[in-house]
Nanobody
Framework: QVELVESGGDLVQPGGSLRLSCTASGISISIYHMAWYRQDPGQRRELVANIQTGGKTNYGDSVKGRFTISRDNAKNTVYLQMNSLKPEDTSVYYC????????????WGQGTQVTVSS
């Protein structure tokens, strides 16, 4: 059974930082492209950042220069370092895993709440 467990969400003041973690079980993320999405109520899920198996990264325009995605295959964990947080970064953040070569469908975590407010 595949499970992605996010952690690290919290209440933080504008300008602050948080690091989200997503630890996988039931799969080896070394063969998965990993990503972070976020979603507000009634809105579409938005890509925040992704990282391919080879380490290539891609970021949504709203977070470029502020967020950094990384992966530790040995720990089966992907991270999202979020700096210079803004109130508009408030959302539920979801971890995603997509197999790099087989169309087996995406895996999702349960989400972690990030709230940026003074």
């Amino acid at each position: 059974q595949v499970e992605l467990v996010e952690s690290g969400g919290d209440l933080v003041q504008p300008g602050g930082s948080l690091r989200l973690s997503c630890t996988a079980s039931g799969i080896s993320i070394s063969i998965y492209h990993m990503a972070w999405y976020r979603q507000d109520p009634g809105q579409r899920r938005e890509l925040v950042a992704n990282i391919q198996t080879g380490g290539k990264t891609n970021y949504g325009d709203s977070v470029k220069g502020r967020f950094t995605i990384s992966r530790d295959n040995a720990k089966n964990t992907v991270y999202l370092q979020m700096n210079s947080l803004k109130p508009e970064d408030t959302s539920v953040y979801y971890c995603n895993a997509r197999h790099s070569s087989a169309p087996v469908g995406d895996h999702w975590g349960q989400g972690t709440q990030v709230t940026v407010s003074s």
